[in-house]
């Protein structure tokens, strides 16, 4: 049971560039979160979806865009990187709210 | 809005050493509490929980109990290990009827907690 897997686990960008991070999770799960986790800062929410075909914004949602298309993924998107969106990424799932799932998270660095 | 407050670190313990990493919240609703913890290079688990005020969570010998006159949940443990060498965050989240609410959850920073044989 691999539960909720982040791909990549590393990625450096350069200012400007794009990238999708994935989520998935074989556990049927209706809730998924987007998290980034800054130094002294905690994990801030991003986005998130309380099932397939619909997102929310989070508490820090610009710069990012978001899809699930299909339950068991979550999909996010920096359009234009910029160096503040340097940070571990987490994704994180549950059956019900408010997710207590987490995967391994996601390096970026925005060089 | 929704707030949390937990201690700043690094706290240095010796093993068996007591713990405790003190939590306090600020919310609008009637939340739900939640302990994290990080080991190295992983992401979050959930370590313990509570949904309503006296509840006791529990779990590997840590404990916290939802005070919600002093509105706090402490973390405790009576004899740290070395293994108990992690972050732990304090989160909340309200809404719904327990569990907390579809909007996520709300960090405190983290507090480094470091073990020492």
């Known amino acids: 049971n691999a539960g909720v897997t982040q791909t990549p686990k590393f990625r450096v960008l350069k200012t400007g560039q794009s990238m999708t991070l994935l989520c998935a999770q074989d556990m049927n799960h209706e809730y998924m979160y987007w998290y980034r986790q800054d130094p002294g800062m905690g994990l801030r929410l991003i986005h998130y979806s309380v099932g397939e075909g619909t997102t929310a914004k989070g508490e820090v949602p610009d710069g990012y865009n978001v899809s699930r298309l299909k339950k068991q993924n979550f999909l996010l998107g920096l359009e234009s990187a910029a160096p503040s969106q340097t940070s571990v990424y987490f994704c994180?799932?549950?059956?019900?709210?408010?997710?207590?799932?987490f995967g391994q998270g996601t390096r970026l660095t925005v060089v | 809005g929704n707030s949390v407050t937990q201690m700043e670190g690094p706290v240095t313990l010796s093993e068996e050493a007591f713990l405790t990493i003190n939590c306090t919240y600020t919310a609008t609703g009637y939340p739900s509490l939640f302990w994290y913890v990080q080991y190295p290079g992983e992401g979050l688990q959930l370590l313990l929980k509570?949904?309503?005020?006296?509840d006791k969570g529990s779990n590997k010998g840590f404990e916290a109990t939802y005070r919600k006159e002093t509105t706090s949940f402490h973390l405790e443990k009576g004899s740290v290990q070395v293994s108990d060498s992690a972050v732990y965050f304090c989160a909340l989240s309200v809404g719904f009827d327990s569990g907390g609410g579809a909007d996520g959850l709300t960090f405190g920073k983290g507090t480094h907690l470091i073990i020492q044989p």
């Open positions: 994180a799932s549950s059956p019900r709210p408010p997710g207590a799932f």
């Open positions: 509570a949904t309503k005020a006296d």
